[in-house]
């Protein structure tokens, strides 16, 4: 079935550090893939999405490419501030309004 | 602003009550909600769909008398965790596609615990 790997947390950086956190997929057909962010106590905020192979889905300094060959959408920032400070989640999804497949989330803790 | 609304945020209750989520979507109509549950330290697992007008969709695994859900209108949706028991607690979330089937909104969440 369809699912979404994302790299094992914690990650720790510090301010300004280059951060990337890894997300692979596995999917039946051509999804649209999603980065959603989650800060301490609250819901999930949508961070960043791409639709079809090669898109680039960016917002915040944030950046993403869906990578139809590797099967991969990994979350990219070059430089990271303490208010980065959340769990990502990547996500899958087929239809418009769908639900959606998510991974485990990886925790980054930016340090000052 | 937040375009999904989720009550309570936080609710303890007694082991053997029922609690109940509700989610409304604000400014718009949502036909289908979704509702997923949370462990610590693990991601989001979808318990079920919500449909206006019908019977919800379970995924496999959930139990429908444990879990019910009601979509009493196209803005609103709630979850009743009947006879509750500590195994039970745990982060609740609802999400509702976007006007003309947009991204999904999540509301803030719902944080139960059961003594």
């Known amino acids: 079935g369809d699912s979404v790997t994302q790299m094992e947390g914690p990650v720790t950086l510090s301010e300004e550090a280059f951060l990337t956190i890894n997300c692979t997929y596995t999917?039946?057909?051509?999804?649209?893939l999603f980065w959603y962010v989650q800060y301490p106590g609250e819901g999930l905020q949508l961070l960043l999405k791409a639709t079809k192979a090669d898109d680039k889905g960016s917002n915040k300094g944030f950046e993403a490419t869906y990578r139809k060959e590797t099967t991969s959408f990994h979350l990219e920032k070059g430089s990271v501030q303490v208010s980065d400070s959340a769990v990502y989640f990547c996500?899958?999804?087929?239809?418009?309004?769908?639900?959606?497949?998510f991974g485990q989330g990886t925790e980054l803790s930016v340090k000052p | 602003g937040a375009v999904v609304s989720q009550h309570p945020s936080r609710v303890i209750c007694k082991s053997g009550t029922s609690v109940k989520i509700e989610c409304r979507s604000l400014d718009f109509q949502a036909t289908t909600m979704f509702w997923y549950r949370q462990f610590p330290k693990q991601s989001l697992m979808l318990m079920a769909t919500s449909n206006e007008g019908s019977k919800a969709t379970y995924e496999q695994g959930v139990e429908k008398d444990k879990f019910l859900i009601n979509h009493a209108s196209l803005t609103l949706s709630t979850l009743t965790v009947t006879s509750a028991h500590p195994e039970d607690s745990s982060f609740y979330i609802c999400s509702a596609p976007g006007q003309f089937g947009g991204p999904l909104h999540f509301g803030n969440g719902t944080r139960l615990t059961v003594t």
């Open positions: 999917a039946t057909g051509y999804p649209s």
């Open positions: 996500a899958l999804r087929y239809n418009q309004g769908g639900k959606l497949i």
